[in-house]
């Protein structure tokens, strides 16, 4: 059975496209021989369970694959553990991995160096994002800037563990609709919720 080479492309929300990814990845596509599948993903990059990237893996796993080609590295995740364990069984199942945009081929040694390298860069660049969003909403709160319109003390029951995901969620960087959506409070109530001291 003939493998396929997997092009796999992801964006962090759904009111995001990939418009800016597929035309490089098309061209290049358009350049190879053999069999080529597309996987596509809405969906943050800082957790590997993702629908499409679970179907690839699957593919993986079953011998399918002989190549995984994305955009650029942080495409394909934004932790260094996930990005690093990931490259270690790509190297484990002989699974050749390009990153487009970032010219790398795990084929090589230099190409497994710059995969690492630009894995932790992709993590760097995740913590420093949360770390600002953090302070500037420190800042906007001690000049008594409130969200949502929702009034202290007045907002729907929420449970601890509901309160607990949000918390985890904002630190993880997810933005309110998702955490809203994931927890099924209102917006307003997860800012409240992010307000509370």
Request: no cysteine; glycine share 8%; hydrophobic share 40%.
């Amino acid at each position: 059975m003939a493998k396929t080479i997997a092009i796999y492309v992801r964006v962090s929300t759904q009111q995001q496209d990939f418009r800016s990814q597929e035309p490089d990845l098309q061209q290049w596509a358009d350049a190879q021989n053999g069999r080529i599948k597309w996987y596509r993903d809405k969906a943050t990059g800082k957790r590997m369970n993702r629908p499409a990237w679970n179907e690839l893996e699957f593919a993986l796993r079953m011998g399918k694959i002989f190549q995984v080609v994305v955009w650029r590295i942080d495409r394909l995740g934004r932790t260094v553990s996930g990005l690093a364990s990931l490259f270690d069984e790509f190297q484990d199942r002989n699974i050749n991995f390009v990153s487009l945009k970032d010219g790398v081929d795990l084929s090589t040694s230099a190409g497994r160096l710059m995969a690492n390298m630009l894995a932790s860069v992709a993590q760097y660049e995740t913590e420093l994002r949360g770390e600002r969003v953090a302070a500037g909403q420190a800042a906007a709160r001690a000049k008594g800037k409130r969200w949502g319109g929702s009034q202290a003390g007045k907002r729907k029951k929420v449970t601890s563990t509901q309160e607990k995901a949000v918390l985890a969620m904002k630190a993880a960087g997810e933005p309110i609709t998702a955490i809203a959506k994931a927890v099924g409070l209102s917006r307003p109530t997860i800012y409240s919720i992010l307000e509370t001291p």
